[in-house]
């Protein structure tokens, strides 16, 4: 399976991935996943929100065990965040019927769409669509760079937009949800453990910082007569830094546009966009506000008019104490439990359904990168503890 994965949706030049929602490498994933599910014999089905499902049993019967992740990519992303744990339920579910095991609930293995954000500038798409977090009418209003609406963007791809929205009905067969996922971090491995149980994951948001000023010719325009909102944006990504460091939490401007974008002119837009995590919601708060204060004073200093708009938020989620501590029983309780600062699609369903992750060793913690890995021996032992907590979950 992995070795099928491996070439959809990889740049020649960079080595990363770029597996974009509605996009040809995207619909590549997504018939490798049908091609999966009916070579298990499973029940595939596309929900209305795209999201694609394969069931072992009956799918409206009820309670029923989900696992999965999502297939899709930031830009040059690594090849583990995401498909290791749509890879790991097939293989959990391969490993459970060699086992013999006998299934006394409906297992479920998803692959949900656009959970990275990566085209239309906001995470978890189908499961925030499907959890009712996201309204039909906000999905319509999304647009990736070069003005091509999600709608749009669907239906070229052969679905049905009209289609989107809230489905209780889905989410009231599912009696639980566990998510394998590639850590994104070095705690297990500063611990040495392959494994790990998630606790929760921090309270994260995007916003937008639209600084406006005026465009001039950069050799003829005197230093002090221009308003470059270029300096106020240079100001606002060193505060980022510095209140995230002060406050033991993190913020990235990780993605900027520029107008008119001419290596001799002066920038009359520059708009940025911060991403910003901690470990509770007060720190968050804090450190977000003082970002956009330093970046008015500076605005204010350099003549700059300033927009700040929060385009998405998670709050904090504690998976549900229960199921976690179930994870927990079943893999003989020497799991280490940690936190994260990623969100993920089984954050979004947590105020739907029981949900839980595990989280399988990254050697270097980087992820989002090409350079992300898992060793071979921690993916299996993924794999095994999957089909443990599975058969553990579902079985008689």
């Not at 949706?9 to 049908?34: E, I, K, L, S, V």
């Not at 309670?63 to 995401?82: K, M």
């Not at 520029?258 to 450190?287: F, K, M, Y």
Request: hydrophobic content about 40%; overall charge negative; some cysteine.
């Amino acid at each position: 399976m992995w070795a099928e994965l491996r070439p959809v949706g990889r740049h020649a030049d960079t080595g990363g991935y770029r597996r974009f929602a509605w996009t040809g490498a995207d619909a590549d994933c997504r018939t490798w996943f049908q091609e999966q599910a009916e070579a298990r014999g499973l029940t595939y089905e596309t929900d209305r929100n795209g999201n694609q499902w394969a069931w072992l049993g009956d799918p409206t019967a009820g309670d029923a065990v989900v696992t999965g992740s999502h297939l899709d990519s930031v830009p040059d992303g690594g090849a583990f965040d995401g498909p290791l744990g749509v890879v790991s339920s097939f293989a959990a579910l391969d490993e459970l019927r060699r086992r013999g095991a006998e299934f006394a609930r409906p297992v479920a293995v998803t692959n949900f769409g656009d959970e990275e954000g990566a085209r239309f500038g906001l995470a978890c798409v189908g499961s925030r669509l499907t959890a009712g977090q996201l309204t039909k009418a906000q999905a319509y209003e999304l647009r990736d760079a070069d003005g091509v609406s999600l709608p749009q963007a669907m239906e070229a791809a052969g679905y049905d937009a009209d289609a989107i929205g809230p489905d209780p009905e889905r989410l009231a067969r599912v009696g639980a949800f566990v998510e394998l996922h590639v850590e994104q971090g070095r705690a297990l491995d500063l611990s040495g453990d392959p494994v790990g149980i998630a606790s929760a994951i921090w309270p994260h948001g995007r916003w937008r910082f639209d600084f406006r000023g005026e465009a001039n010719h950069a050799g003829t325009t005197r230093l002090a007569d221009r308003r470059d909102p270029m300096l106020t944006y240079a100001e606002t990504v060193l505060a980022a830094r510095r209140e995230a460091e002060l406050a033991g939490a993190v913020a990235t401007f990780g993605k900027i546009s520029v107008e008119p974008n001419g290596v001799n002119a002066i920038p009359s837009l520059v708009r940025g966009w911060l991403d910003s995590r901690a470990a509770d919601q007060a720190t968050l708060d804090t450190v977000v506000a003082a970002i956009e204060q330093a970046a008015k004073d500076r605005a204010q200093r350099d003549g700059v008019d300033l927009a700040v708009v929060r385009e998405s938020f998670t709050p904090v989620v504690e998976f549900e104490h229960a199921l976690r501590d179930e994870l927990g029983r079943l893999l003989g309780g020497r799991v280490p439990v940690l936190g994260t600062g990623a969100g993920h699609d089984a954050g979004i369903l947590s105020g739907s359904v029981p949900t839980a992750m595990l989280f399988v060793r990254n050697p270097t913690g980087v992820s989002h990168s090409p350079a992300e890995y898992a060793a071979e021996d921690d993916c299996v032992a993924g794999v095994l503890a999957l089909a443990d907590v599975l058969e553990g979950l579902a079985c008689r």
